[in-house]
């Protein structure tokens, strides 16, 4: 879908994250959402404050699962993803700080593999995520599963795409402080989210859009892997849609 401008496109996405709340809320259900960091679902988060200041949406029942964290990193950290989600959203709402789940930077190198399969396992046992929010980095990944990251991926240790290094470099102040590795949740656990959204926007996003939507489905652009997913919406602006 194709908007005039992100901040229309992000208004209709938070309403549709609203309604499944309340949707939820009405049948005494927890929502469970799998949420995304980076530039472009800020506006989402923008306007889900709003609600809530509004008063016209509660988080009390939702559980939120974040894609990814830089590794290693300390939650304290102004860079942390930690820190970012609850700059923008958690800081601001009333979720129930204990539902909020963000992949640590701060586990051992020894309990990483056992980390990462509880996140899963976590995430499972909830019945899986309801609605998982997406961006996508110029590499083509989702969350921070980078090319070549296969299908049936779990969550787990990557180390990052060059690309993806120099794309943070100016929120670390040079290449040489953006971390080489970072948790992610895996490709397998995005897919099997009941619904996704993906969003994307201005013209940096242009060419890798066109192969994500229009390519052929492969590890090398890991976000092509959504075109066989039954209910994903890729929502962009003119400029990311310009090279379809
Ligand atoms: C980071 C995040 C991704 C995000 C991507 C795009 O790499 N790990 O989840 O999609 O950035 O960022 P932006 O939205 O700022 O373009």
Redesign the pocket.
Known sequence: EIFEDSYEASKVVAAEIADLIRQKQDKGEACVLGL?????PIKVYEELVRLHKNGELSFHNVITFN??EYYPMDAENRQSYYYFMHQHLFDHIDINPENIHIPSGQVSQEELNQYCIDYDMKIKQLGGLDFQL????RTG?I??NEPGSHINSGTRIITLDHI?RRDAASDFNGIENVPKKAITMGVSTILKSKRIIMLAWGHKKASIIKETVEGQITATIPASFLQNHPNTTMIMDQEAASEL
Do not use: W, Y
């Open positions: 995304a960091t980076g530039s472009s894609l990814d997406l961006g996508i980095g990944h969350g921070f993806t």
